[in-house]
């Protein structure tokens, strides 16, 4: 049994889908999350800068004493999930692979669309894992500008959210997908305004669950689980305001967030 707590980032409060989903399925278990906040959104940015921050954060997660990485961001994992499994000794998941083994599985028609931030879309990362695992899939990627803040918006069911939701829908109905991974860990926050937006005939794929399943698994396979029946307890941190992250973290986790801790960017590359 190993005690110590999982870590899993992002680059706001879109991992806290992840975060759920691993409390649901690994309740005994610690966690430590770290919200990036004062450097959101990743999407927009070059795809180097974000590897830059990955690491800078993976590195700082393992000097708290973490037994795994989660990254919890489809940008960050498409930028730099080989070079933090390649660089920090404890374990690392990201969120695309378990997403795109799930949409392969998923579709019916063979054609299945992503929407996701421009640098998801940029590195590609969905398209070879897919035709990796199905060469005969059409795959219609759509990078989503601005979606992922309209979520942290302080209306992020509001009037510009639908708007922008049924803009990015249409191009990827017209092509006919019965299947769109959700390639982003914002966007099943707004599940139910993609719902509408989709359909029943299309299946929306999200990482969260499988992703954690993932977690379990990997956890399971090197004995790193925890077996102590006991709940576990959560640890939040923010390079952003932390007032801020609490209350809307409460709102997406539905889960009552006592304390929320600062790190400065500074903070971040520290030695321990």
Do not use: W
Request: aromatic letters at 6%.
């Amino acid at each position: 049994m190993d005690g110590r707590p999982i870590a899993i980032f992002d680059s706001g409060m879109g991992g806290l889908t992840v975060l759920h989903e691993c409390l649901v399925t690994m309740p005994n278990e610690d966690f430590v999350y770290l919200g990036d906040t004062g450097r959101f959104p990743y999407g927009p940015r070059p795809l180097d800068e974000i590897r830059g921050f990955a690491l800078e954060i993976g590195r700082f997660l393992e000097r708290q004493g973490v037994k795994m990485v989660v990254v919890a961001c489809n940008s960050a994992t498409s930028a730099a999930l080989a070079d933090l499994q390649a660089e920090l000794e404890v374990p690392v998941v990201g969120v695309i692979a378990p997403e795109a083994e799930a949409a392969v599985q998923a579709t019916r028609n063979r054609r299945i669309g992503l929407l996701a931030t421009e640098a998801t879309v940029e590195a590609g990362r969905y398209a070879s894992l897919i035709r990796s695992l199905d060469a005969g899939v059409s795959f219609f990627p759509l990078a989503c500008p601005g979606l992922a803040e309209l979520i942290e918006s302080d209306t992020p069911y509001g009037a510009g959210t639908v708007d922008a939701v049924r803009a990015y829908a249409r191009p990827l109905k017209q092509d006919d997908v019965d299947t769109v991974i959700l390639g982003c860990t914002h966007y099943p926050l707004i599940r139910h305004v993609l719902e509408r937006a989709f359909g029943r005939g299309v299946t929306l794929v999200f990482s969260a669950e499988e992703t954690a399943r993932k977690v379990a698994e990997t956890l399971a396979r090197k004995g790193l689980a925890r077996t102590s029946e006991r709940e576990g307890v959560c640890r939040f941190i923010t390079t952003g305001e932390p007032e801020q992250f609490r209350l809307m973290g409460e709102r997406f986790l539905q889960f009552p967030i006592v304390e929320v801790e600062s790190v400065s960017l500074a903070g971040l590359g520290a030695p321990a």
